[in-house]
C-alpha cells in the first residue's frame, strides 16, 4: 500500500520561500512512468495543479506558478519537495502531494499553508 505524508510549516510570512516534503512509503519515487505532482485547493475554490516530478528526475511546472515554483527530490529517504517563493496570501491552500499514472491513484492527507504575517 503506497502511502504519502505531506510536511512543512503551516504558516509562512508574505515575500517568503513555502517549503513542503511528501514522504512516500510503499513504492520507489524512481519507479518507471509515476509522476509525483504536488495540488493545493484555496479556501472555497477548486483543486489547482502546480507541478510534477517525474520517475526519472524531470520537473515540470503550472505556466501561472512556473517562475515562482521549484520541485525537487531525494530518492534516499524517497521523497520530493515543493519551493513556492514569494508568496502572498493568494497561497494559502491546502497543499497535497499525489500520485499519478493515468490517474492520481493516491494523495497524501493534505496539510494547511497559511501565509500571513
Known amino acids: 500500500q503506497v502511502q504519502l505524508q505531506e510536511s512543512g510549516p503551516g504558516l509562512v510570512k508574505p515575500s517568503q520561500t513555502l517549503s513542503l516534503t511528501c514522504t512516500v512509503s510503499g513504492g520507489s519515487i524512481t519507479t518507471n512512468d509515476y509522476y509525483w505532482s504536488w495540488i493545493r485547493q484555496p479556501p472555497g475554490k477548486g483543486l489547482e495543479w502546480i507541478g510534477y516530478i517525474a520517475y526519472s528526475g524531470s520537473a515540470y511546472y503550472s505556466p501561472s506558478l512556473k517562475s515562482r515554483t521549484s520541485i525537487s527530490r531525494d530518492t534516499s529517504k524517497n521523497q520530493f519537495t515543493l519551493q513556492l517563493s514569494s508568496v502572498t496570501p493568494e497561497d494559502t491552500a491546502v497543499y497535497y502531494c499525489?500520485?499519478?499514472?493515468?490517474?492520481?491513484?493516491?494523495w497524501g492527507q493534505g496539510t494547511q499553508v497559511t501565509v500571513s504575517s
Open positions: 499525489a500520485r499519478f499514472l493515468s490517474d492520481y491513484d493516491y
